[in-house]
T-cell receptor, first 116, second 113 residues
């Protein structure tokens, strides 16, 4: 496999469920990101990990909990979500610290989440 | 705060026609500028980027963009669109020294025969 892989592609969950989104990158990058994409809104950066350390938490509610066990894997643990959390969740990776690569993100295909 | 504006929510063009998608940014310094494309059911893919130098940059899939400092714009162009270009296009900026990517709201492109 190459690139950035996200699973599951689709997820339907109730507000009391606990689920996780998984992201894996095969590009050897050192930074990984979670973005939320809702209809008619700009992409919202949620979390950033550099070298497995969280460097950004963009005021995300605690019902979203990220985990980055190594530089190739990123999880987003979900619990007690609200219907307004329904969105496409995109994972991305990049090679930070290299001149000329700033802002160049490689995205997965996303996990479409529906909260009932 | 930095911001990116894509004034056109939805554009429809005929196959073979030329295309221009608008992007304006708001910031005092010159940012790094990007265009990403998102095909249906897919993630975003980088089309092209501008850091410095020649203000006309070439990207993949036959796209180009021109940075105009006086207009704070970075419009995306293609001389002849193909049906496969139907997608959502996002302009994005990074301010030097603050490497967080800020996206516009996107422009959805529809191609008609």
């Amino acid at each position: 496999e190459t690139g950035v892989t996200q699973t599951p592609r689709h997820l339907v969950m109730g507000m009391t469920n606990k689920k996780s989104l998984k992201c894996e990158q095969h590009l050897g990058h050192n930074a990984m990101y979670w973005y939320k994409q809702s209809a008619k809104k700009p992409l919202e950066l949620m979390f950033v990990y550099n070298f497995k350390e969280q460097t950004e938490n963009n005021s995300v509610p605690s019902r979203f909990s990220p985990e980055c066990p190594n530089s190739s894997h990123l999880f987003l643990h979900l619990h007690t979500l609200q219907p307004e959390d329904s969105a496409l969740y995109l994972c991305a990776s990049s090679q930070e610290g290299t001149s000329g690569n700033t802002g160049e993100l490689f995205f997965g295909e996303g996990s479409r989440l529906t909260v009932l | 705060a930095q911001s990116v504006t894509q004034p056109d929510i939805h554009i429809t063009v005929s196959e073979g026609a030329s295309l221009e998608l608008r992007c304006n940014y708001s910031y005092g310094a010159t940012p790094y500028l990007f265009w990403y494309v998102q095909s249906p059911g897919q993630g975003l893919q980088l089309l092209l980027k501008y850091f410095s130098g020649d203000t006309l940059v070439q990207g993949i899939k036959g796209f180009e963009a021109e940075f105009k400092r006086s207009q704070s714009s970075f419009n995306l162009r293609k001389p002849s669109v193909h049906w496969s270009d139907a997608a959502e296009y996002f302009c994005a900026v990074v301010i030097f020294g603050n490497e967080k990517l800020t996206f516009g709201t996107g422009t959805r492109l529809t191609i008609i025969p």
